[in-house]
C-alpha cells in the first residue's frame, strides 16, 4: 500500500500558540485522509481532502493538500489543551487506508 | 445507533491460548476492517472485508483469521496467542470504501503473557 510518513513523531505545544505536523509520500496520492485519537481512545476520523491544493479549516484547524498531491499538512492555531492526542494521517488505497505513525501532541498550560 | 462495537475490551491471554476478538456494526456498512496499533506504529491493516462472504488479507495477517458471514458481524480469531500479538486492536467500518472516513470502534487491549 502507499505510505505516508509523519513528522514530527512528537510535538510539545504551549497553550495558546500555533503548530503544524505534515504527512508526506514518495508517490501521488487518490486523497489523504486525516484521524484525530485522544489518549486511551479510539482514531476519530477528521476530514478528507481530494483535490490538488484543496484547503479545508475546522474550526482552529486547516487542513491542506498539496499541488502535486504528495503531500498534506495540519495546522493547528491557539493551541487548546483539548487538542492532546495523535493525529494521524492515512492514504487511500483501493478501499484500505494506509495510517502514518501519528504526530503525538502535548500541550503545557 | 452504536456504531461499531467491540467486545472484550481489555483481556489477558496466555501464549497458546486461542480468543475470538467480536466486532459488530449497525450502519449497513459492507466494508469493515481490523487494524492492530502497537506504540509509536501507526495502525496496522491485519485483514478487511468488502461484503459477506468475502474477506482478505492486509499488511499483518499471520497468526489471524477472520470470518464475515453477515453485513454487520465481523470477528477477528487468534489461534495459538504469541507475546508478539500484545496489542491494541481496532475493527472499523466504512461506506463504499471509506470515501466517507472509517468508524471505529473502542478498541481491544489484549496482552499475552
Known amino acids: 500500500g502507499q505510505q505516508v510518513m509523519q513528522i514530527p513523531q512528537y510535538q510539545h505545544v504551549q497553550e495558546g500558540e500555533d503548530f503544524t505536523t505534515y504527512c508526506n509520500s514518495s508517490?501521488?496520492?487518490?486523497?489523504i485522509q486525516w484521524y484525530k485519537q485522544r489518549p486511551g481512545g479510539h482514531p476519530v476520523f477528521l476530514i478528507q481532502?481530494?483535490?490538488?491544493?484543496e484547503v479545508k479549516k475546522q474550526k482552529r484547524l486547516t487542513f491542506q493538500f498539496g499541488e502535486a498531491k504528495k503531500n498534506s499538512s495540519l495546522h493547528i492555531t491557539a493551541t487548546q489543551t483539548t487538542d492532546v492526542g495523535t493525529y494521524f494521517c492515512?492514504?487511500?488505497?483501493?478501499?484500505?487506508?494506509?495510517f502514518g505513525a501519528g504526530t503525538t501532541v502535548t500541550v503545557r498550560a | 445507533n452504536a456504531g461499531v462495537t467491540q467486545t472484550p475490551k481489555f483481556r489477558i491471554l496466555k501464549i497458546g491460548q486461542s480468543m475470538t476478538l467480536q466486532c459488530t456494526q449497525d450502519?449497513?456498512?459492507?466494508?469493515m476492517y481490523w487494524y492492530r496499533q502497537d506504540p509509536g506504529m501507526g495502525l496496522k491493516l491485519i485483514y478487511y472485508?468488502?461484503?459477506?462472504?468475502?474477506?482478505d488479507k492486509g499488511e499483518v495477517p499471520n497468526g489471524y483469521n477472520v470470518s464475515r458471514s453477515t453485513t454487520e458481524d465481523f470477528p477477528l480469531r487468534l489461534e495459538l496467542a504469541a507475546p508478539s500479538q500484545t496489542s491494541v486492536y481496532f475493527c472499523?467500518?466504512?461506506?463504499?470504501?471509506?470515501?466517507?472516513?472509517?468508524?471505529f470502534g473502542s478498541g481491544t487491549r489484549l496482552t499475552v503473557v
Open positions: 508517490t501521488t496520492l487518490s486523497n
Open positions: 492515512a492514504a487511500l488505497n483501493d478501499y484500505k487506508l494506509s
Open positions: 472485508s468488502v461484503g459477506a462472504g468475502i474477506t
Open positions: 450502519m449497513n456498512h459492507n466494508y
Open positions: 481532502l481530494v483535490k490538488s491544493g
Open positions: 472499523a467500518s466504512s461506506y463504499w470504501g471509506s470515501y466517507y472516513g472509517y468508524t
